[in-house]
């Protein structure tokens, strides 16, 4: 990490990310996702980048799902990268933001038609009798949207998680690992070295 005091955030997330999906494909955008409920009860599960920008990180989600009313709630997350063959970490954290309607729509357009219906069949983080529940409900909706349009479910958006804090981690021989942690303060991005 040449110069990482000139370099912003954005730009050393956009390097090791090129280098995980060269080393993982296929796995380089899986990101644990740390919510906590109004009492602060924390959760955490594992949900997938779709966009990394200037504002933010992005992902989708059942806004219904225990994730979504929890951001609802309480919008500030936590999001942790590891990319295991490259000895790698990366934790984020900030508050949260929906994304618009349009780029909503945008997003759910782009994906494959299988995923537009199991947005629509899936009652996200409720209990149900048997799998067979599922796939009933994706067997009826298939029939139903036949060879028309999938629209975007209203239940169905994105949140973007705007950091305030970005720290990588690299293992290094001897335990002698580094970590750098940028965080924003008064609109500016600050560095500093931490012990491993």
Not at 96 to 102: R, T
Not at 146 to 155: E, L
Request: proline share 5%.
């Amino acid at each position: 990490m040449a110069n990482d005091r000139q370099k912003k955030p954005l730009e050393f997330f956009r390097e090791w990310f090129a280098d995980a999906e060269k080393s993982e494909p296929g796995l380089a955008e899986a990101m644990t996702l740390a919510t906590a409920d109004q009492s602060g009860t924390p959760s955490a599960r594992m949900v997938l980048l779709k966009e990394a920008t200037e504002k933010g990180f992005v992902f989708y989600t059942n806004l219904a799902s225990q994730k979504g009313l929890e951001l609802a709630k309480n919008p500030k997350a936590a999001l942790v990268f590891h990319w295991k063959s490259l000895k790698r970490q990366v934790r984020i954290s900030g508050a949260v933001e929906p994304v618009s309607e349009m780029e909503a729509d945008a997003y759910f357009e782009s994906r494959a038609r299988g995923a537009q219906i199991g947005a629509w069949a899936s009652d996200q983080s409720r209990a149900m009798e048997s799998q067979f529940d599922l796939e009933k409900n994706v067997a009826k909706l298939t029939a139903k949207f036949g060879v028309s349009k999938v629209t975007r479910p209203p239940h169905w958006s994105g949140f973007c998680v705007i950091p305030s804090a970005i720290e990588f981690w690299e293992e290094r021989p001897f335990r002698l690992h580094r970590r750098i942690l940028y965080r924003l303060e008064n609109g500016e991005w600050s560095v500093r070295h931490l012990f491993p």
